[in-house]
């Protein structure tokens, strides 16, 4: 057990609270802040300081009163969850050492405390900043490597490429071995980022016209592995233009989750998926601590050697910035993964 | 080479012609009747007379001019194809002697010609006849063997359960082990054909209502399985009641075959989907000839224990009884694999 070298630890610290349930479309109002203590840790547990705090589409499912997810779902009135990166404060575990950087599902708070088995140390110093740890890579390298199995020769498609996992499962295919990997997203501002600083062969707007020719344009021969996190017309096209055998990772369905309708239900063309024998593969992300760490041993080599960057968002201001953090992110307003700084030091 | 004990032959023949491209429905105009001389086989060929040929819903999928099956086509003025047993009646081939018999893809005619190669020599004396190698059995096995992988435990559903590959499907689910065979049917009579004959623990017509809620009722903790032979509600449903990483084995589309739009392209709940990591594995019926070898060593095997019956139906009257076979066959007239006896003998 270690107390030393406590940094100073407020009474009081912010959470924020899902006020109702989601029914409709999220708001600013959905999203409650409050001062709570700050607790001790009891004999085994740790007060952890949130450092910085990860932002997810997913998190929406979870707030809604018919959420289907295996996991807990979000309750009105309680703290908001989700990944989370901070330091440990005061320990009363010989686990945990006051200093160490642990990751946990803590949720949207400035503080937390619990038991250390809640909290994963972290090794010090493998990236540029502790956000690394809150990256959605071990959902894109789970589908991509595991569900999509994308290898030498691959023409690949990821839907929604510059989002949290797209912008990721791109780069991983590549580092597979992809022949060729093409992205769709919403703007020519991140068709640019795609091709230039991602190093997608080709990136296409899904707003401009009917999504199946420009896959016909930019995959002639097919693809062969599909990662989807959007769902509706881009998985029908998907369907339309892969190729024999071609594997499908289906990850999200963003376009439902904003439009519902037949983007959460798009319509599979049956013949079409038998003749070419498709593998269609829906998986929901949540992961094996092995799938957690071969995802961050590829990504500290990778990332190392300098063949995959880590595309994210930071955004500063503390706890009260994440309201409107996953606003934004839903509207397609940041690249990457997103993660809220709490802390300013 | 073999010439002995050659039975008479005739000099001419019947065979069956597609008269056009199917466009829309299935009616005997689209099948002509012509006499065409029997060929003498060639150095290293075989003559057969054909004793039973095989029908399939599959085949008006060859007979349409957009067809996606990576397979020849049937052409407008060429013989039907589609597998057939026969018996080799002239031999100019050491590979196979007169009285073998073979199977072959040699189509819809009293006789036809070719390579040895092209002609499987069969094992007499396992089966009560030849007809049961006309089995769409390899479909069924490598559809629930080897892509839903059925097995100790699981809930199957098979829609389709009374046709060609839906009567083995369930059965072959039930040798493997699986806890309860659901299967969905078009009409009463069927309904006890598949629970007293075939073995199925419950059954049920899809025009009872929703099939969703029959599945609710017959399966109320979800289904790990689902064979398909129909798509659309059945799908849709199917999609509904799974249980969470359950397999689906998607063989066919006859609701599409039959009736186009929604049938042919069901929605997918790609929420539900996700939520419960289905495996959604649609395949076409071609096979290796490992495959059709793994088949019959199961099917000798079960039937010969008396675990398996192969449900089939052989029509009488030769081959000008095979246009009105197909009609029937599609209007859901027969129960299990359906044949048609050339050879009186």
């Not at 998190?59 to 959420?67: A, K």
């Not at 690394?132 to 990821?158: C, K, N």
């Not at 934004?328 to 997103?338: A, D, E, M, S, T």
Request: charged fraction near 20%.
């Amino acid at each position: 057990m270690s107390t030393h070298n406590a940094p100073e630890i407020p009474r009081t610290a912010r959470e924020v609270r899902l006020t109702e349930q989601l029914e409709g479309e999220l708001t600013l109002d959905h999203f409650g802040i409050v001062q709570t203590p700050v607790p001790q840790p009891n004999v085994g547990e740790v007060l952890v300081r949130t450092d910085y705090l990860s932002l997810a589409a997913a998190y929406t499912d979870l707030m809604r009163p018919d959420c289907q997810l295996p996991v807990p779902p979000f309750l009105a009135g309680e703290r908001l969850g989700g990944g989370a990166v901070g330091t440990v404060v005061r320990s009363a575990s010989d686990k945990l050492a006051v200093g160490d950087l642990v990751h946990s599902m803590s949720g949207w708070s400035e503080y937390s405390a619990g038991p250390a088995e809640a909290y994963a140390k972290l090794p010090a110093g493998i990236f540029p900043s502790p956000a690394y740890f809150l990256s959605q890579g071990p959902t894109a390298y789970y589908g991509m490597a595991d569900i999509a199995r994308a290898g030498e020769g691959d023409v690949v498609f990821v839907s929604g490429a510059a989002g949290g996992v797209g912008s990721l499962a791109g780069q991983i295919a590549r580092c597979r071995g992809a022949a060729r990997v093409i992205g769709s997203t919403g703007s020519k501002e991140k068709i640019d980022y795609l091709v230039d600083e991602l190093g997608y062969d080709a990136a296409f707007d899904y707003h401009d016209g009917p999504v199946v020719e420009r896959l016909r344009e930019l995959a002639p021969n097919g693809i062969n592995v599909f990662f989807d996190n959007v769902g509706g017309e881009q998985f029908e096209a998907a369907v339309q233009t892969a190729a024999p055998h071609a594997r499908f990772a289906l990850c999200g369905a963003l376009a439902g989750q904003i439009g519902g309708g037949r983007a959460a239900h798009p319509r599979l063309d049956l013949m079409r998926a038998i003749t070419r024998h498709l593998e269609i593969r829906p998986f929901a992300c949540y992961h094996t601590p092995e799938q957690v760490s071969a995802w961050y041993e590829h990504f500290a080599q990778w990332h190392g050697e300098g063949r995959l960057v880590f595309p994210h968002t930071t955004l500063e201001g503390g706890l009260a910035r994440a309201p409107e953090g996953m606003l934004g992110l839903l509207n397609g307003r940041y690249r990457g993964n997103v993660a809220v700084r709490i802390t300013s030091g």
